[in-house]
């Protein structure tokens, strides 16, 4: 195309899309416009906040410094595709029950670093989750909530997999 827009393919929350892109467009501005995914949002706007935090190729991503051309061939997903129809993730409801959230606006990028945390270490200690969880800000300050959501979604999560 001529004024550099390209078309990309991924995979996104296990659907086969394509997009076409600017160059200099990062892929939250391309979930957002073409996909209607508002979950992860951009506050910083510098890879410093977490709050744009998806997963790419299984690893979390600040979508707002990742290039949207650079996600041609990449699978994605976004905190959209955990809950499966009415049925929330536990780590979802986890921070349901525990409150760790006030205005919720950092939330989905908190859900989407404890699900990569889980992923690799099933049974965090307190200090494990604060410091994985260490990029990711909450202005609300709701950050002991915070620990004791994933510790629950630890053990919920143990619970499922005994
Ligand atoms: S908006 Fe991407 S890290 Fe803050
Ligand atoms: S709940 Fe408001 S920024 Fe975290």
């Given at each position: 195309?001529?004024?550099?827009?390209?078309?990309?393919?991924?995979?996104?929350?296990g659907?086969?899309?394509?997009?076409?892109?600017?160059?200099?467009?990062?892929?939250?501005?391309?979930?957002?416009r073409d996909f209607a995914l508002h979950g992860a949002?951009?506050?910083?706007?510098?890879?410093?906040?977490?709050?744009?935090?998806?997963?790419?190729?299984?690893?979390?991503?600040?979508?707002?410094?990742?290039?949207?051309?650079?996600?041609?061939g990449t699978t994605i997903e976004t905190v959209e595709s955990l809950a499966v129809g009415d049925r929330l993730?536990?780590?979802?409801?986890?921070?349901?029950?525990?409150?760790?959230?006030?205005?919720?606006?950092c939330t989905p990028g908190f859900i989407m670093m404890t699900r990569e945390l889980l992923d690799r270490i099933p049974d965090p200690s307190?200090?494990?989750?604060?410091?994985?969880?260490s990029g990711?800000?909450?202005r609300c300050a709701a950050y002991p909530e915070i620990v004791t959501a994933v510790r629950s979604a630890a053990r919920e999560r143990a619970t499922t997999k005994a």
């Open positions: 195309m001529a004024d550099g827009r390209k078309t990309i393919r991924f995979t996104l929350n659907r086969a899309v394509s997009a076409d892109v600017a160059p200099h467009e990062n892929l939250i501005e391309v979930l957002t949002r951009v506050s910083c706007a510098q890879g410093l906040c977490g709050c744009c935090t998806v997963s790419v190729d299984g690893v979390a991503t600040s979508g707002c410094l990742f290039l949207a051309p650079f996600a041609n993730d536990p780590i979802q409801t986890a921070f349901l029950e525990n409150a760790a959230f006030q205005c919720g606006f307190d200090d494990e989750i604060r410091h994985y969880l990711n800000l909450c």
